[in-house]
């Protein structure tokens, strides 16, 4: 074997090979040798893609391009196409490989769901990956990004118990809505235990793999034994965003709803009562905490579009400056924001609730800049640190 150590000693050898066969005899010793891909060296990442085609090229949402996509290059003799493209060290990113994609703005597009269907994939040489119903996109974990596992896979931890329930709400009026609720393991049902709300409970309970992160670290004593309670979102998207945004009513199924619907079916701590949430359902986490502070003491921000333009914008810049304004404050607050996020939308406001955080006593605060952009990649890699600051536990 040739025992490539960089991806030039690789180039080197094609360019010097004979001929075209010789060239691809080198991309079957090189795929043989490094089966996965992208092959990282320092900050600078080589993704790869194999096949018949007339163009290729990486989807990354932080291209800030439409369609977001950085072309890769075909090997002369070969079907194998490349890109070389640094990043930071910690970056932690998800992404696709779009083939034959015709490369009109996405802005124009009819039929999205029709065109990301028949041109992007994701990595077929990469094994890390997220999955949420029929969607699956590669990862790309730089070396010191925030680690990324399936945790549901470590054989080692003992698992909590997760039941399922149907919820219908007056207030909302929904009906037969899901809603999982894990209790952590060995748990004693006659002592409390302190609850920890989150929206977009098929997320939670699915890709993002709150459950077995809980139990991780309830295991190593970085959170204490919590009950969690994930409530299923509208699925609907704009019926999502109304829901989680002019979330009066839904702070009202939330007292008056949700928490006597646990406290029948667990004995719960009302002094440790926490609300978190990703994207809009971290805006409805933020509404409830900030109209009820009593109740919802922990607060778990993750990625809330809480600026810019458009629908609902003076509800959400409401939201910040009512930070500014409290009487009480949540006792934990966790917050954090990505890098490649849209400033305007998500990386001022999350700044600005930091400076009034940051100055407000009686809150313990924590404020993390991830590697990543606004997606189920990023979000997932940041939950153990939410977590366990919202109920840390005694390690």
């Keep these: 074997m040739p025992g490539w150590t960089t991806f030039d000693a690789f180039l080197a050898d094609v360019t010097q090979a004979a001929d075209d066969a010789a060239r691809r005899r080198l991309v079957d010793a090189l795929l043989k040798e490094r089966p996965s891909f992208p092959w990282i060296e320092g900050t600078v990442v080589t993704f790869v893609y194999r096949g018949s085609a007339d163009s290729v090229a990486l989807n990354l949402d932080t291209i800030p391009s439409d369609p977001p996509f950085m072309p890769m290059e075909r090997l002369a003799g070969t ?21 034959d994609d015709p490369g009109t703005p996405l802005a124009h597009e009819s ?47 003992q698992r909590g118990a997760i039941s399922e329930h149907r919820l219908t709400s007056s207030n909302i009026a ?25 929206q977009d409970g098929q997320w939670a309970v699915g890709p993002l793999q709150v459950p077995a992160i809980a139990d991780a670290l309830i295991k ?16 609907n998207s704009t019926e999502r965003e109304r829901e989680y945004i002019q979330a009066d009513r839904y ?70 400056r009512n930070f500014t304004g409290a009487a009480k404050l949540p006792s934990r607050v966790f917050q954090s924001v990505g890098r490649y996020e849209t400033r305007a939308r998500f990386i001022k406001p999350a700044q600005s609730i930091r400076s009034i955080l940051e100055d407000t006593g009686g809150v313990a605060y924590r404020y993390v800049e991830v590697g990543s952009g606004h997606g189920l990649v990023g979000f997932r890699g940041i939950l153990p640190e939410a977590l366990t600051w919202g109920f840390p536990g005694g390690a």
């Design 79 to 99: 079907d194998l196409w490349t890109l070389r493209y640094p990043f930071e060290s910690d970056d932690l990113l998800d992404y696709l490989i779009a083939v």
């Design 111 to 157: 039929d999205i769901a029709g065109r990301v269907s028949k041109h992007w994939r994701p990595d077929p040489l990469n094994p890390l990956y997220v999955e949420a119903g029929e969607t699956r996109v590669s990862v790309l974990r730089m070396p010191g990004a925030r680690p990324f596992i399936d945790w549901t896979t470590l054989k080692a931890v």
């Design 174 to 198: 929904f009906a037969d809505r899901k809603v999982w609720m894990y209790a952590p393991p060995g748990f004693d049902p006659t002592a409390p235990l302190p609850l920890l709300i989150l």
């Design 220 to 235: 190593h004593r970085r959170m204490k034994p919590t009950l969690i309670v994930m409530i299923q979102s509208a699925t």
């Design 251 to 320: 702070y009202n199924f939330l007292i008056s709803e949700l928490l006597p619907f646990v406290q029948t079916q667990y004995n719960v701590d009302m002094t440790q009562v926490g609300i978190g949430g990703v994207a809009v359902g971290a805006v409805a986490a933020a509404a409830a905490a900030l109209s009820n502070p009593v109740v919802f003491s922990r607060l778990l921000l993750i990625s809330p579009p809480l600026g810019g333009k458009g629908s609902y914008q003076e509800v959400l810049r409401g939201i910040v």
